[in-house]
């Protein structure tokens, strides 16, 4: 997978066709560190619904042609969070569309039950939502970063993460 020196295109917007930066799309799935630290990864939304910032996103179908394909939930393998600075500018990601999965570094999600501060992070269910880690019971919870601050449930809690691939 390779990784590129800059963002080809906004955060808090999309992308859909042609090229980015004068990189085919085709050969996108790249990875881009920002001065933060913080990794972000370019996926394409394959769900047949628009996807909102600060939701988990699962990868649909392995990388292939160096696409990375998301969809919404969080029941399968975890991709990542779709980038926040789409909730904060507004936007979602249509379908098909291109866009920034934070893949490292302190992010925001959304919670889909209260978050305690310094508590594991795991998916809350299939909405693409997160909870402590120890709430989730009748499964195996998949544990993907930490809590920096806590929160009631539907709201957004900042958080320190870490998704493989």
């Not at 808090?12 to 996108?28: A, E, F, I, M, R």
């Not at 249509?94 to 594991?120: C, D, H, M, Q, R």
């Not at 880690?133 to 998949?142: L, R, Y």
């Not at 601050?149 to 709201?155: C, R």
Request: charged letters at 15%.
């Amino acid at each position: 997978m390779a990784w590129l020196p800059a963002l080809p295109f906004e955060r808090g917007t999309t992308h859909d066709s042609g090229t980015l930066g004068g990189v085919p799309v085709t050969n996108l799935g790249a990875k881009i560190l920002l001065g933060d630290g913080t990794v972000l990864q370019i996926c394409k939304n394959t769900d047949s619904a628009a996807l909102s910032g600060c939701k988990l996103v699962d990868y649909e179908s392995p990388l292939s042609a160096g696409v990375c394909e998301a969809s919404g939930a969080g029941s399968k393998r975890l991709c990542g969070v779709v980038d926040p600075a789409l909730a904060n500018a507004g936007n979602t990601v249509p379908a098909n569309a291109l866009f920034y999965v934070v893949k490292k570094g302190v992010t925001y999600i959304l919670a889909g039950a209260s978050v305690t501060v310094n508590t594991e992070l795991a998916s809350h269910a299939t909405d693409g939502t997160c909870s402590d880690a120890g709430d989730i019971s009748g499964q195996v919870a998949k544990v993907f970063g930490v809590a920096l601050a806590a929160t009631a449930s539907g709201a957004s809690v900042m958080a320190l993460v870490s998704f493989k691939g």
